[in-house]
């Protein structure tokens, strides 16, 4: 349990690798490169996957289905992207006791397949937008991998639409990064910075890429979701053509946007302590978990029928467990439940059934300052509330961490200071061969062009010339 | 639109392609034997996955993510497991560049790579039961592929559980057929035989394998669901042994069962006639379209407003759309959203808003037997108890359907003219080659051996042997 976890200041990665097992979230697969996702990590992904699904339905997106394989032809399409994926790619060469006549690559995202249908579906400008969604597998063929951060195979969601006009589609590429941006800062507790890719870290065919750049707890950056602006590049490689209302043809503008299973890996990183897990309460597979305390056996009956009670009034409100399990004592279930992140926990023992109370603790705040003796009757309107209390307070431990953590740095000295443990944020116009040797000298590179930008000029932190935007600076996972 | 949907008598099979396409479901893919699911098609899935979903948290599964790739010996483990998939896989011979040093399967199932991680889990007695469930893709690579009924690519659930004991392992396996057939009743409207699978058509590797068959329109068999015994077969090619109360090493018992989106195709086929599809109100994706019909433009506003507001007010209750297109006559509208199954529809133009009335029609009753007027202000009552109406007319014409051309028989010409367009129910008593041969002269195959027995004791219908179980007998998809 608990007392073999490798504390963050000791070894962050070897933490991280640890308490993602520990808590049951996923396991290493005999296939090199995959994961194993284990229920109590799925459901996890499950709560993100409804949130971010609530957020593109009420955005007018659809879901649909496209198939697993793409002939290695569709990817040849689009030069850059054949270029950016073809070492990634797994390959199917055989089917049904035969050799294929194409080989048949897995996906590692679905531009091209998808781009193929729409030129079959769209006709007219009144068949756009289309506005699609897909959540699926892909497989990219990693070299290094680290459960949830970068798998051979993972899980995510990629939107593509098509549009009459440059302007829709950008419009459409930034309400994406808003929706987000949206979901990780109310539900995921994650303050992000939104901002434009650079150049050399831009999709492989895109015109543009936006990120949502995360601080983890090690000052390291995650990127946490992408959307790019395609331009007609794909419209233009699989003939996505409409007629517009003077009858002309045109082709179609387009975009994509995905966020995957690394979602998981950023809650964990950015929330966990040397305790375990810290799960925010609007993610939590459990929100609260009850645990009956009792010494003398006579004292069994009466503790477990209060617990049942209260688990059962709080299951109508919220995601609730009663930890009934024998032979283990209450300190040990306070254990394994703050290493798996559950929000609040539930204390009742016969002196609180005596008191008509019950104990209630904090997975945010450790030990006595986190406790607060809630009376019975006052559960169902107590508990919510305070979960909503521990959703705000994990979010602004974040945001003061990660503001804490970024500089703004105009001498390269400092910059390497502040990658060290953080983010740098400085004037930028390099290329991608300054960027290149950039990552070389200090292993940091451009996390985004922030959208929030100071204005005015300056002079690049690197090259030394004129600069009129900020970058931010760090690490990478 | 619907003038040129072939009729069902004329050819069912080339009427179910149609409509697939036309409604929008699917479209065939560039890639062999994978389909494309659109929007509507996935949208119907959804409905189907939740509702099934529902069903196996609350009978205390859980879902977890397991491999896309599974090493090709992990198959082999399992004689006949791997016999029976081997000429249907999908092999990755190459990742990252690279030639793999041993070929990775396309998950065609995943009893080998869950075996291979429980056996990794399981320790003791203490661990048992588990009981996972897996939402995935899964490929088989056929020959002759129809959209939803046989894709090399498909969507489904596998749940896979292990159990200490054979009892429970063999009650696990009738609890899931029961699930499945719940779901079949209840929200697809679909009445189902379940019964076991006769020695030729089950599992690969399976000790027994049940089923839960309906009767299609055409009077053809589809297996809907499958739910299999797997003994310790499993349990002993992947070593899934745990320590009993005694401290003793045992074989756990395993068994595994799957819904697909083969489930979207029984849907069509159970319900649809010459205009297309007929959905049942629990699955629908749209419960209830509302039409707004003006002739003169100054009536536009009026109606437009009032079927805006009828919209608002059923949305909060069931799943409405407003359909608003302009330039398309109220006639060709309902047409369209016939031929999409949607249960209910709602008409309002000048007069109905004169008279604070709505005319409300059913789609499972053509043309006037079907229409109701409805007074403006009962529709939040009116409309989700129709809906209900609706689900169970839908579901009684099936069932009448089906048990017209169920017919028990004693004789082979009696059987062969049964088979011609509905089920033959027999007393059976034959083997693996008698199947065979049979299949062979009629084209029909042992569909279960029903659950529900007459008793008593007959004579094969086709070997003319002593038996004591009648069997249901179809031409199947």
């Known amino acids: 349990m608990a007392e073999f976890l490798t504390s963050q200041s000791e070894d962050f990665s070897k933490w991280y690798n640890e308490i993602v097992q520990k808590a049951d979230l996923a396991d290493y697969s005999p296939v090199r490169g995959c994961m194993v996702i284990k229920p109590y990590g799925y459901t996890l992904w499950e709560r993100i996957r409804d949130e971010l699904d609530l957020r593109f339905k009420a955005t007018g997106h659809v879901n649909a289905y496209f198939p697993l394989f793409i002939p290695m032809s569709f990817l040849e399409k689009e030069s850059e992207h054949v270029e950016g994926f073809s070492p990634e790619l797994a390959v199917v060469t055989h089917g049904g006791g035969s050799k294929l006549e194409e080989p048949l690559v897995v996906r590692p995202t679905s531009e091209t397949i998808i781009g193929h249908m729409y030129a079959k579906w769209i006709q007219s400008y009144r068949d756009l937008p289309v506005l699609i969604n897909q959540w699926a597998n892909v497989v990219r063929w990693e070299m290094r991998t680290r459960l949830f951060l970068r798998t051979a195979e993972f899980l995510w969601q990629e939107g593509h639409t098509a549009h009459a006009t440059r302007e829709e589609a950008e419009e459409e590429t930034q309400r994406m990064l808003q929706v987000y941006t949206d979901f990780c800062v109310k539900e995921a507790a994650i303050p992000v910075i939104p901002g434009r890719k650079s150049e050399s870290e ?37 003939d996505i053509q409409y007629l517009d209302e003077n009858n002309e043809r045109q082709y179609a503008w387009t975009t994509s946007w995905g966020v995957s299973t690394r979602m998981v890996g950023a809650v964990v990183m950015s929330h966990g302590d040397d305790q375990g897990l810290v799960l925010p309460p609007h993610l939590a597979p459990i929100q609260v978990v009850v645990v009956p305390i009792w010494r003398k056996a006579k004292e069994r009956e009466a503790v477990l029928a209060a617990a049942r009670d209260v688990k059962e009034r709080l299951g109508k409100l919220v995601r609730v467990e009663l930890d009934e399990r024998e032979g283990l004592s209450p300190g040990w279930k306070y254990n394994d439940w703050e290493m798996r992140g559950v929000p609040v926990r539930v204390e009742i023992g016969p002196r609180d059934i005596k008191n008509q109370n019950v104990m209630v603790a904090r997975r945010d705040i450790p030990g006595r300052d986190g406790k607060t003796i809630v009376p019975m009757s006052e559960i169902e309107n107590r508990i919510p ?8 307070a994990i979010y602004q431990k974040a945001v003061d961490f990660r503001d804490g953590r970024i500089r703004d740095v105009e001498r390269m ?4 200071e502040a990658i060290d443990d953080g983010f740098a944020r400085a004037f930028w116009s390099g290329d991608r061969e300054d960027e290149a040797r950039l990552k070389e000298e200090t292993k940091a590179t451009v996390r985004c062009i922030p959208d929030d930008q100071p204005g005015g000029s300056g002079t690049c932190i690197y090259t ?13 996972y």
Chains 1, 2 share one sequence.
């Open 413 to 416: 000295d400092d910059f390497v």
């Open 202 to 238: 831009k999709f492989a065919g895109a015109v543009a890429s936006y990120t949502i750049e995360a601080m983890m707890k090690d000052g390291k950056a995650l990127q946490s979701g992408t959307s790019h602006f395609l331009g007609q590049n794909f419209a233009k490689a699989f």
């Open 385 to 392: 509330a305070l979960l909503e209390t521990v959703q705000n």
């Open 464 to 476: 030394g010339k004129p600069a009129t935007e900020v970058a931010i600076f760090g690490k990478a």
